[in-house]
């Protein structure tokens, strides 16, 4: 791989310090905990780090409605939002606080996501664990995310001319967002696993949003074999069919065990197996976070993501530094008073294995059904 081809990522000190508000699950440090530990195991050479810019008005525009972007803007402004705005736009409701980077935090994950398309034109490979909000609408907030950075990443890449992009979601809860925004244009194949019967309660098996769309709900407890089985037998069909010349994979944290708001029991063996399969058949590749709740284990397993990037060996136990950091972590809930050893001495859980369901062998089996032929090169 000649230098230029090494994954880069894409970060910013935005996130240091950032909270939605001492109650809300987002309380907790994501993007910084995960930078400070790939820094304290040596895995960053500065040279591969990129700040996220911020994304203009009209970068924004090109999913997200003006009057949106402008309420946004107000509303970290002024610290505050009216009826009207919480009404029509859900800032300041439903899970969507009004916080002190209200606009800028999300607007900083959209221009990270741009910024990667725009990095990978030629190829390569760019991790940007602040980007995935895949919830977010054209005109209003969802799901804790204010803009969809996804989505703006991907039309960034159909902008520079690419015909056949895919998008892989293993985040807990559906992509409902991205798979919505592109229902309609057959250039962007969407594929979501996640949690069946869990908020936004879409992504049905049967939901294809007219042919090219996937979603493979899964159920409670989903293990790492169970996720083993989705790699082989529907993600990288999926890819091996549609060919892609790119992909973004968003990697959410959310479907591990010890996450507060899933009941997936994944370990992050998991997402480095699914990594690990996917940038191995990817011309390019962008990585981002997504959900995530639990201080410890998503600043694991993003790091993690980053040294499968790399192809660095895991330590069985962590070095001090990197250890320093996780123990530094605190979080405002039962698991979080005396956290396990293990969360703080190592960066590979223990595996989770288990049995394979019907359920779960047939949803595979589903998806593969009436899969379209890739779009035509333009
Ligand atoms: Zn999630």
């Given at each position: 791989m000649s230098d230029a081809r090494l994954p880069l990522l894409i970060g910013s000190e935005i996130y240091r310090g950032s909270s939605y508000g001492p109650k809300h699950p987002l309380a907790i440090p994501r993007v910084p905990a995960t930078l400070?530990?790939?820094r304290a195991l040596g895995w960053l050479d500065p040279r591969?780090?990129?700040?996220?810019?911020?994304?203009?008005?009209?970068?924004?525009?090109?999913?997200?409605t003006p009057d949106y972007v402008g309420a946004l803007r107000r509303a970290e402004a002024e610290g505050a939002v009216s009826p009207e705005v919480r009404e029509r736009h859900h800032i300041g409701a439903h899970g969507n606080p009004v916080f002190?980077?209200?606009?800028?935090?999300?607007?900083?994950?959209?221009?990270?996501?741009?910024?990667a398309a725009r990095l990978t034109r030629a190829g390569g490979i760019v991790h940007v664990p602040g980007a995935g909000t895949h919830h977010a609408l054209p005109n209003r907030a969802s799901g804790f995310c204010y803009l969809n950075d996804p989505v703006l990443g991907l039309l960034q890449w159909l902008?520079?001319?690419?015909?056949?992009?895919?998008?892989?979601d293993i985040d807990a809860h559906h992509g409902d967002g991205v798979e919505l925004a592109?229902?309609?244009d057959p250039r962007v194949f969407t594929l979501s696993v996640h949690e069946s019967g869990r908020w936004p309660f879409t992504g049905r098996l049967e939901d294809r949003a007219g042919g090219h769309a996937r979603n493979i709900p899964v159920p409670a407890g989903f293990n790492d074999t169970e996720m083993g089985q989705v790699l082989e037998a529907a993600i990288l069909p999926i890819l091996r069919h549609l060919r892609p010349q790119a992909v973004m994979l968003q990697c959410g944290a959310d479907a591990?065990?010890?996450?507060?708001l899933a009941r997936l029991s994944l370990s992050n063996n998991a997402h480095?197996?699914?990594?690990?399969?996917?940038?191995?058949?990817a011309p390019r590749l962008i990585?981002?976070?997504?959900?995530?709740?639990?201080?410890?284990?998503?600043?694991?397993?993003?790091a993690l993501v980053w040294g499968t990037l790399n192809g660095h060996p895991v330590p069985e136990r962590l070095p001090p530094a990197a250890e320093a950091v996780l123990r530094g972590l605190s979080w405002d809930r039962a698991a979080g008073r005396d956290p396990p050893g293990h969360w703080s001495t190592t960066l590979l859980d223990p595996p989770r294995p288990g049995p394979v369901r019907e359920e779960v062998v047939r949803a595979c089996e589903t998806v593969l059904e009436g899969l379209p032929e890739p779009p035509r090169p333009a």
């Open positions: 400070d530990l790939i591969r780090y990129l700040d996220s810019p911020l994304a203009t008005t009209a970068q924004l525009t090109r999913y997200h002190r980077e209200v606009f800028r935090r999300p607007a900083t994950g959209a221009g990270g996501a741009m910024l902008d520079l001319g690419l015909t056949n992009v895919l998008y892989v592109f229902r309609d591990l065990e010890e996450d507060p480095r197996a699914t990594v690990r399969a996917v940038m191995a058949e990585v981002t976070g997504g959900g995530g709740y639990n201080p410890w284990t998503v600043a694991r397993c993003w």
